[in-house]
């Protein structure tokens, strides 16, 4: 169970794998240190202790877990709990680790449906411009035709929020 040598790793010293949780490094910590602590097991060798307390100073703390991972050049899998899902947050404690963007990700690829989002914003500017117009022109045909225009600029602000959800639906079944 407790591989001693200087050419264990951290994690096969404690018995792990690279992806395991910090609960499960620390339970197997605990259940080393049990078995090895020579006030529990006189006769354990002190260097067994030594290096398993080693082990639990660099795996116990992220960073430093970070750090060794990156040195031995193991990179643990990214582990998904259903508890970080639900409280929001991932491993390292920030909730709005998802929303961030990556540096490194390439650009996200737009379609022209994606369009769809400005035509409110359009309809808002077009209406506003010709309602201008028309009161320094004194046209009334055109305030009229602003007057018309605004409550279709209106209901395109519910509408293509609405378009955009039904499409993203319809794609992702």
Known sequence: M???????????????????SHDEIRRAYRALAQVHHPDTNPDAAAASMVEINAAWEVLGDPARRR?????????????????????????????L????????????????????????VMLLLGTLATFAYAVMSEASG????????????AASFIAAPLFMMLRARSRDS
């Open 67 to 95: 750090e060794y991972d990156w040195a031995i050049g193991t990179t643990p899998a990214p582990v998904f709990t259903r508890r970080a899902a639900e409280d929001g947050e991932d491993e390292d404690g920030d909730p």
């Open 142 to 153: 055109l305030r009229t035709m602003a007057i018309l225009m605004a409550p279709v600029t």
């Open 2 to 20: 407790l591989a001693v040598g200087k050419s264990a790793s951290h994690y096969e010293l404690l018995g792990v794998a690279p992806h395991a």
């Open 97 to 120: 680790a998802h929303l961030r963007d990556d540096p490194d990700a390439p650009p996200a690829r737009r379609r022209p449906a994606d369009l769809l989002l400005f035509v409110p």
